[in-house]
Structures are given as structure tokens and as C-alpha cells.
């Protein structure tokens, strides 16, 4: 399951009908209206708050309805409005029409507000001439939401390559580290200090052959890469379940460059994992000769912490020429 996308129902709230009354006594025979008017809808609202980072919170809730607006009373009592109802996105989330597909809007700045479902309006109450009206429908739509991740640096590579492993060490993010394949579902973003400045880093899924067709975890979270800067590109230099890192590193470019959308022209910075296995030291010799002189490769442990200073201020350094 992959948490970037999500479909809702989004109803606003309906006006308060209009009252029909009327004021009647002894001195007053014709009956003066005295119909309220009914209270406005709520309006839904959506606001970006960056303390969210997935669109995870609405698999389990899809539905979200604002408070309709009272009815008008007698004596020309206004009903009251109804409140607005909050959503809370994460920056980067493309909101579209889930019909027609058409792009609503596209949130990236905190606080960012915007009404994506407006309320009915109150009906009048009643008049000399005519009877309470009744409230207008607040809109309602079917929404997909869509976040294509904000982070500097996306963590690519193989399933069990180290990526969570590396994260969890340079950054307060805890990704979940384990000894088997596809670990990570959803991507995890963490703040690490490189050089200078605070880099927003996401450790990304595993990547596979076909995964650009769908194969693996898929291409649901390429779609994220798209956003990155920089790649951070771990090959597992131990080669898992028998694996060759030199091809691993081959097949995941090559699922960047099928994929398209830029993503194979992007700043990779290629770092070689588990250096700390008494094997790894004759096998990166071997891959250094293969990928040649023209790529910089950075030997690292994720677990023992070697090689990272000099990986990070070589991703500052990058980052750098970005932005
Ligand atoms: N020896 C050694 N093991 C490591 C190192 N980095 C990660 N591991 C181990 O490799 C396994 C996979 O690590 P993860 O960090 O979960 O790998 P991942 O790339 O996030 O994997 P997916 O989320 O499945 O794509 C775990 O058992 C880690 O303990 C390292 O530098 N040295
Ligand atoms: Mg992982």
C-alpha cells in the first residue's frame, strides 16, 4: 500500500431554509413576516500544515461534511452559520477533480488555505410578497489527492540496500530497518544537517527492474523522485540474495531513464554500503572498475557510520549548485 494518494468526498454545508411566519395581534391584523433568514453553510476548507508528511490519515477517513446552517425563526431570528470544516494536507499535495481529473489546485506553502467546497447559502425568510426560501445545497465533489513529495534528496536504490538504515542514522526520521526486501512502503522525509545546512532528505522504497511499469512497489513512488534535486544512489556492495551491485546500479538508472520525466538527468551521487563487511573491500574494487572513472563513488556503512561525513558534505556541495 502506498500512502501518496488518496480519494475523498468533500459535502459543504447546505443553507438554513428561510422561516415563513408571521406577527399577528389585535393592532396588527394583516400579520407583518417575521420569517428569519436561515444561516450559511460551512464552507470545507483545505489547509497545508508541513508538520504532515503523507496522505496516510485518510485511508481510514474519506468522508468530510462541514455543519449545514440552521433555520431561520420566527420573531426574524437569523439562523446561525454552519462552521467550516478543516482538512489538513501535507505541502505538495495536488488536489484533483477524482471525474474529470482536471487539477484544482496545488498546495506548497504552510498555512496555504483554500476553499475546495463551498457552502449553500441561507435562504431568506419570508416576505410580504412571498414564503421562506429554502436554503441553497452546499457543494459537494469527489476528490483524489495527490502528494508528490517536497525533499531535497531522494534516497534510491535496491530493496535492503541500507537506505532506512542510513537515515534513521543522519536524521531524527525512523524508518523502519529490516532483513528482508520492500521494508519501506511509504517515503519518510528527515531533516540532516550537511555541511552548512539543514537538507530535507526521503528515504524512498525499494526500487526494482519493471518498477517504472509497475513491477515491484511500482511507479507510484517515482512519482515522489520527481520532486527531489539530488539522489542519493546506495548500492549494496554485499550483494543481497546474490545480487551484483555493479548490475543493480545499471538497472536502476535504467528504470529512472524509462521512466522519463527528467529523472535520469537529475544530480546522482552514488554511495556504496556495507563497507563494513569483511568481503565488501574486493568487491568495490571490482565496482569502481566497472563504473569507471568518470562517476565519484562514496564507500559507506549505514550501521558503523564510515564514510558518511565526507558523503554528506559532498551532497551540500551539490545541493549547492541546485539551488
Ligand atoms: N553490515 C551492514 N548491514 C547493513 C548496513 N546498512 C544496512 N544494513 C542491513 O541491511 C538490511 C536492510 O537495511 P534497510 O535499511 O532496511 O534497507 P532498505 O534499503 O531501507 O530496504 P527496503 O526498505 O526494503 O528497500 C538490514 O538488515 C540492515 O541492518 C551496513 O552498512 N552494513
Ligand atoms: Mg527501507
Not at 32 to 42: A, E, F, I, S, V
Not at 199 to 214: K, Q, S, V, W
Not at 267 to 273: L, M, S, T
Request: aromatic content about 8%; proline content about 3%; some cysteine.
Amino acid at each position: 500500500m502506498l500512502i501518496d494518494q488518496a480519494r475523498i468526498h468533500v459535502k459543504a454545508g447546505d443553507g438554513g431554509d428561510g422561516c415563513t411566519s408571521f406577527y399577528r395581534d389585535r393592532a396588527v391584523r394583516k400579520g407583518k413576516p417575521t420569517g428569519g433568514n436561515g444561516g450559511d453553510g460551512g464552507d470545507v476548507i483545505f489547509k497545508v500544515d508541513k508538520n504532515i508528511h503523507t496522505l496516510l490519515d485518510f485511508q481510514y477517513k474519506r468522508h468530510f461534511k462541514a455543519k449545514r446552517g440552521i433555520h431561520g425563526g420566527s420573531n426574524d431570528k437569523r439562523g446561525k452559520n454552519g462552521e467550516a470544516f478543516y482538512i489538513k494536507i501535507p505541502p505538495g499535495t495536488v488536489i484533483k477533480d477524482a471525474k474529470t481529473g482536471f487539477i484544482l489546485r496545488d498546495l506548497t506553502h504552510d498555512g496555504e488555505e483554500v476553499i475546495i467546497a463551498q457552502h449553500g447559502r441561507g435562504g431568506r425568510g419570508n416576505t410580504k410578497r412571498g414564503e421562506g426560501v429554502p436554503g441553497s445545497k452546499g457543494e459537494e465533489k469527489e476528490l483524489l489527492l495527490e502528494l508528490k513529495l517536497i525533499a531535497d534528496v531522494g534516497i534510491i536504490g535496491y530493496p535492503n540496500a541500507g537506505k532506512s538504515t542510513l537515515i534513521s542514522r543522519i536524521s531524527r526520521a525512523k524508518s523502519k530497518v529490516a532483513d528482508y526486501t520492500f521494508t519501506t512502503k511509504a517515503p519518510i522525509l528527515g531533516k540532516v544537517r550537511c555541511g552548512e545546512e539543514d537538507i530535507t532528505f526521503a528515504d524512498m522504497p525499494g526500487l526494482i527492474e519493471g518498477a517504472h511499469r509497475g513491477r515491484g512497489l511500482g511507479d507510484e513512488f517515482l512519482r515522489h523522485i520527481e520532486r527531489t534535486k539530488i539522489l542519493l544512489h546506495m548500492v549494496d556492495i554485499a550483494g543481497f540474495e546474490g545480487r551484483d551491485a555493479y548490475e543493480d546500479y545499471i538497472s536502476i538508472n535504467n528504470e529512472l531513464a524509462l521512466y522519463g520525466k527528467h529523472l535520469a538527468e537529475k544530480p546522482q551521487i552514488v554511495a556504496v554500503n556495507k563497507m563494513d563487511i569483511s568481503s565488501s573491500k574486493r568487491k568495490f574494487a571490482s565496482f569502481e572498475e566497472k563504473i569507471g572513472q568518470k562517476v565519484r563513488i562514496y564507500p559507506i556503512s549505514a550501521q558503523t557510520g564510515e564514510g558518511i561525513k565526507a558523503l554528506l558534505v559532498r551532497v551540500w556541495e551539490v545541493w549547492k549548485n541546485e539551488v
